[in-house]
């Protein structure tokens, strides 16, 4: 199982809409597919599952805690596609959060080797995942590292405003910080552009200096600004089942086929 940490330290960015969709768009085209909110606002939970799946227990609070194995808080994601569409090729399975989560962090403060607890929860699912895609919290925690020292690569989604590349700049040092001390196979597998209005020249502006100062790890698909993305939250869905025919539905499946292009050539 290929694992990757969906991370900014910056909110508002569309992180978790993209690790949500991104997700959704995998199990579509075939993969099984593990996501896993590490953040305790429980957004992804919430977009994959609707609130009564992300209030289900046990969840990642459980896991890291040692209460519950990771299996056990394992939820099935079922609507991930559109009915039109036809079902899923794959399967989208998620590991909730909730605000229970934030106490996890106090209550594993003291117990050596912390920040690998995750990882070693993960490396004994047996259900033969393909792909794990985390939802790490817009700020550097202990959840946050955590996931980094789990991940084999990180999904960096950036905001196309000028404030992007010096938000990268500071996550960058904390990504150099983990790989020296906790995890040297980490890796920056693609930074995605997001929020994206093609009507704004800063915006062209933006994206073209990430892709100045980092070649060849941006992707090309850029996530458009889209109400429905937002809207979709809100109905528990990821974008393909909200809306199949918005521009964020085309966007994140353009994604999805960068990703798994980018996968083979890595």
Known sequence: MSIYAVAIQKGGVGKTATAANLAAGLAIAGRRVLAVDADPQGHLSQHLLGREGAAARPSLYEVITGKAKAEEAVKLAERIQSPYLGPARGALAVIPANRDLAAAELEIADIPGRERILAGALAHLDAGYDTCLIDCPPSLTLLTIGALTAADGIIIPAQCEPLALYSL??????????????????????IVGTRFDCRRRVNH??????????????????IRENVSIAEAVGHG????????????????EALTREFMKREKTK
Do not use: C, W
């Open 169 to 190: 700049g500071l996550f960058m040092e904390t990504l150099d910080r983990v790989k020296r001390n906790l995890n040297p196979r980490l890796k920056i597998f693609g």
């Open 205 to 222: 502006e933006v994206i073209e200096k990430l892709r100045e100062h980092f070649p060849g790890q941006v992707f090309k698909t850029v």
């Open 237 to 252: 869905r990821p974008i393909f089942a909200y809306r199949a025919g918005s521009y964020g539905a085309a966007d994140y």
